[in-house]
């Protein structure tokens, strides 16, 4: 396909909001030249505001009517702001219907940087970039954070002693530890610390505050075996291996077999030693194996409509969005902009859907694991049906054997919590708009951006821990885990939605005996077993290979 057809495509689907800009370039496998593309696309966004004017002004649209409006766009933009101009050739009719009203066009351009008071370049001042602060998780399995801030007072920077209220990025040389994350450093915005030595050597890892949440929250002990089931390119495993300080054993899983070689590259130089990489689907592991039988932990990071990440031109294509959309309803009339728009919307319904059915059947794998204690579960979506409706209905098939971790377990500090949305009731659980408060207070969610948001990616967590020891019953609601009365209630309304909770009970009595005496066994052969399931699980690792490099991908997870 011609490469401003392809992208004037891409304009189309990241305005209904159908992926991000790096992921539909330089993820974009039908995409041949991904950076001209990429820079061609964040580009036009950039200018958007003086190169729509221009077409509006000009009428282009309307004199040319075989140019929409997202190709006309970025051929204004080669025309207008690349010294080498419209590169295809002079007998492709669209060029043709532009260079037609160059003169007309370029006259416009000098008009419409005017009157939005743009920059000579045609960007609007103030509307470039969001600043976002620069968040650094540093790697303890190499350093202290002491030892960092230290290094970075000697370089001459400014170490601030409290985190500002309200939140705000750090001013310029200047920087904070994080107040939730304890092994996280903020520095100030576009602070460019990729030829740093301490980042060079792996002891800074840029990774987004947000992100770090989920293995926060899943917090395994030392000796814990884990999988990460969706887990490149890797920053939360390696975020794991370094809370267990190298101990115990994470098996991190992924489909795609590139972005699996990231996280190979990534854990080592990350000095990651307790790590297997799997280059499988996490939905088909045989959770009967040997290995399997052993894993207390899961995260649980799979692919979502990614709606919550935030970069720098995000904002800009939101109001792409927005503009197009305006365009569309203007078109109503005419062209059937109307039903456009309602295949757009019924579109994304069903993909949001088919996510949610994906998530919830991971984390439903997930519960499958017979010693499985904890699952955390993310996304970086900012959708209810990525998260409270996929909480909720995991609630309804699996509650009381599962439960939502209680907010004291689960960030406490960390002020924004889920939506209390009504999205049906969980039988003898959740019925009122109390106790969807209560569930939305188990979960953790971060707005994207500023100033009214968190100021780092939309996310989401949720924790399920299995019914344990404490509270046997296996029954009692999860923000009364101690409460007697509650557990009676909860028994009761057991009984009403036909489950056996008798049955359940004594099952869970049999399961904890049993497990007492595994961990008995356990303690004696973990260093062995260790030895033999490596080389089973080995078996199955897909052989490092040399990688290209990719911080895209890196910095975005
Ligand atoms: C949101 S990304 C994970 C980011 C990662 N947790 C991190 O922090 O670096 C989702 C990942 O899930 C992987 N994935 C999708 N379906 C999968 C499956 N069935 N089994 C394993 N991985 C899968 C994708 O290839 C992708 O790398």
């Given at each position: 396909m011609n490469f401003y057809k392809q992208a004037a495509a891409i304009l189309d689907r990241l305005g209904k909001k159908e992926g991000s800009i790096k992921g539909l370039t330089l993820g974009n496998a039908e995409v041949t030249d991904k950076k001209r593309m990429y820079a061609l696309i964040c580009e036009t966004l950039k200018h958007n505001a003086t190169l729509s004017l221009v077409l509006q002004e000009s009428k282009l649209l309307s004199l040319e009517k075989k140019l929409n409006r997202s190709l006309a766009l970025l051929l204004l933009h080669d025309l207008l702001l690349q010294n080498r101009g419209i590169q295809a050739s002079d007998a492709w009719p669209m060029k043709q219907a532009v260079m037609k009203h160059k003169t007309r066009l370029k006259a416009e351009f000098v008009k419409a940087k005017i009157k939005i008071g743009a920059t000579k370049?045609?960007?609007?001042?103030?509307?470039?970039?969001?600043?976002?602060?620069?968040?650094?998780?540093?790697?303890l399995l190499k350093m202290t954070p002491k030892q960092v801030i230290d290094t970075f007072i000697a370089d001459n920077w400014t170490f601030l002693p409290a985190a500002p209220s309200p939140p705000a990025p750090p001013a310029p040389n200047t920087f904070y530890r994080d107040e939730h994350l304890d092994f996280m450093l903020v520095f100030p915005p576009k602070s460019d610390l990729h030829l740093h030595p301490l980042y060079v050597s792996g002891v800074l890892i840029l990774q987004d505050k947000a992100s770090c949440f989920p293995a926060a929250i899943l917090a395994p002990p030392k000796d814990a075996y884990v999988i990460d089931g969706c887990a490149a390119?890797?920053?939360?495993?390696?975020?794991?291996?370094?809370?267990?300080?190298?101990?115990?054993?994470?098996?991190?899983?992924?489909?795609?077999?590139?972005?699996?070689?990231?996280?190979?590259?990534?854990?080592?130089?990350?000095?990651?030693?307790?790590?297997?990489?799997?280059?499988?689907?996490?939905?088909?592991?045989?959770?009967?194996?040997?290995?399997?039988?052993?894993?207390?932990?899961?995260?649980?990071?799979?692919?979502?409509?990614?709606?919550?990440?935030?970069?720098?031109?995000?904002?800009?294509?939101?109001?792409?969005?927005?503009?197009?959309?305006?365009?569309?309803?203007?078109e109503t009339t005419t062209t059937g902009g109307a039903a456009e728009r309602a295949a757009a919307e019924e579109k994304k319904k069903e993909r949001l859907k088919s996510l949610g059915e994906f998530q919830i059947e991971c984390v439903a794998k997930a519960m499958t694991f017979p010693n499985v204690r904890k699952i955390s579960y993310s996304t970086c979506s900012i959708y209810a049906e990525e998260n409270e409706h996929v909480v909720t209905e995991l609630l309804r098939r699996y509650w009381p054997k599962w439960k939502l971790s209680p907010r004291a377990k689960v960030l406490p500090t960390w002020h924004r919590r889920g939506y209390a949305l009504d999205v049906g009731d969980v039988p003898g659980l959740v019925s009122t708009d109390e106790d969807r408060a209560k569930v939305a207070d188990c979960l953790v969610r971060a707005v994207p951006g500023g100033p009214d948001g968190d100021l780092m990616n939309g996310f989401f967590v949720a924790c399920f821990e299995r019914v344990g020891e404490k509270d046997n019953s296996g029954l009692a609601p999860l923000w009364k885990e101690s409460n007697i009365e509650g557990r009676k209630r909860t028994r009761e309304e057991m009984a009403a939605i036909g489950d056996d909770d008798s049955r359940a009970a004594t099952a869970i009595k049999k399961k904890k005996n049993k497990n007492k005496k595994k961990k008995k066994k356990k303690t004696t052969g973990v260093v062995a077993n260790h030895q033999t399931e490596t080389g089973e699980i080995e078996a199955k690792v897909v052989e490092h290979e040399e990688e290209e490099e990719d911080d895209e991908v890196e910095e975005d997870s």
């Open positions: 370049d045609g960007l609007v001042e103030g509307e470039e970039e969001i600043l976002m602060p620069r968040y650094v998780r540093v790697n390119p890797g920053n939360k495993t390696s975020q794991l291996a370094m809370s267990m300080g190298n101990g115990g054993k994470i098996i991190a899983c992924d489909l795609d077999l590139r972005r699996l070689n990231i996280l190979k590259r990534l854990t080592t130089k990350a000095g990651c030693t307790n790590i297997t990489a799997l280059n499988t689907s996490f939905l088909t592991l045989d959770t009967s194996e040997p290995d399997y039988t052993k894993v207390t932990h899961i995260l649980l990071d799979p692919s979502c409509s990614g709606s919550g990440i935030i970069n720098r031109l995000d904002h800009l294509v939101d109001a792409y969005a927005e503009e197009q959309e305006q365009a569309i309803i203007l």
